[in-house]
């Protein structure tokens, strides 16, 4: 049974930091794309960040400059480095993965961070 658990998330101030964790089990991740997404209270679900199995990371806007992408293939796990939160970032956050030779792909059930004062 393939699994991803996010982990990480919680309250934070604003301009603080929260690293997300996602792990996965019953699939060797190396061999897919895994990607960070987040939905905020009443807002669609929008692409935070891509690791591609090349190694090739992408921003979208929102996280550029802030979010940090980091994938470990030997841990099965990607992570999410956010500093300089702001209050924009409260949503849950989702991992993502997509086998890059077919698109099978696999989504967490999210963890959720709050940036309030």
């Known amino acids: 049974q393939v699994q991803l658990v996010e982990s990480g998330g919680g309250l934070v101030q604003p301009g603080g930091s929260l690293r997300l964790s996602c792990t996965a089990s019953g699939i060797q991740l190396r061999f897919y794309t895994m990607a960070w997404y987040r939905q905020a209270p009443g807002k669609q679900r929008e692409l935070v960040a891509t690791?591609?199995?090349?190694?090739?990371?992408d921003y979208e806007h929102s996280g550029e400059g802030r979010f940090t992408v980091s994938r470990d293939n030997r841990k099965n796990s990607l992570y999410l480095q956010m500093n300089s939160l702001k209050t924009e970032d409260t949503a849950v956050y989702y991992c993502?993965?997509?086998?890059?030779?077919?698109?099978?792909?696999?989504w967490g059930k999210g963890t959720l961070v709050t940036v309030s004062s």
């Open positions: 993502n993965v997509q086998r890059d030779i077919d698109g099978l792909e696999y």
């Open positions: 690791a591609t199995t090349g190694g090739r990371i």
